[in-house]
């Protein structure tokens, strides 16, 4: 059964620093892996996608990265700001359930202080 | 193009009822899941739908059924509400295995 685990639970940075979120995944037969962020009360907003077969992608002052053969993802953030406050979840697609079921991890909480 | 539209957004049930949610996919999308969201469990699969038929299905009780019509929108049903089942409920919609996978704004459901 896949697990899916982030590191630290809570994180709180000054503006402008650049940070680094981790997720571990246990079973490594995934399609791909995606990173969301969720404002409280709101749903979930896509940021990055990643295939199994990459080892990176970028968007904006967004960089994930993937070994799949070790079983983690980690989500860079550059020059953080306050508005990049909120929950980021990671969640994969593995091949065993098929289909589009997503396994997510329990989220990072993330605060940015002006 | 409009996202994954999700209807109600908020409503207040008392144990016992019944309730029905809606959710429209991304125009083009074929596979609608359903995830419940509680503070303690985390975001937690239902079931999906692929071309009106369920695909997947998560550990949830019975009560908990769904449905998808010919034009991908798709209803999900619980019965007999219990107070447990006050959560916030996310629809999302994907084009394909290896593709994004969308999510709407989620219906939030207390239970009374």
């Known amino acids: 059964k896949q697990e899916v685990t982030q590191i630290p639970a809570a994180l709180s940075v000054p503006e402008g620093e650049n940070l680094v979120l981790n997720c571990s995944f246990t079973?490594?037969?995934?399609?791909?892996l995606q990173w969301f962020r969720q404002d409280p009360g709101k749903g979930l907003t896509s940021l990055l996608l990643i295939q199994s077969s990459q080892r990176e992608q970028t968007s904006g002052r967004l960089n994930a990265s993937l070994d799949k053969s070790s079983g983690r993802s980690t989500l860079y953030i550059a020059a953080s700001q306050p508005g990049d406050s909120a929950t980021y979840l990671c969640a994969v697609r593995g091949v065993e359930t098929s289909g589009s079921r997503l396994t997510f991890g329990e989220g990072t909480q993330l605060t940015v202080n002006p | 193009k409009a996202g994954v539209t999700q209807t109600p957004r908020y409503l207040i049930k008392t144990r016992g009822q019944q309730v029905t949610l809606s959710c429209s996919p991304i125009s083009g999308h074929r596979s609608v899941s359903w995830y419940q969201q509680t503070p303690g469990q985390g975001l937690q699969f239902l079931f999906e739908y692929f071309s009106e038929t369920q695909r997947n299905k998560g550990n949830f009780p019975g009560r908990f059924s769904g449905r998808q019509f010919s034009n991908s929108r798709s209803e999900m049903n619980v019965s007999t509400l219990e107070l447990g089942d006050s959560a916030l409920y996310l629809c999302a919609s994907s084009s394909g295995l290896r593709r994004t996978i969308y999510f709407g704004e989620g219906s939030w459901l207390t239970v009374v």
């Open positions: 079973d490594s037969a995934i399609y791909n």
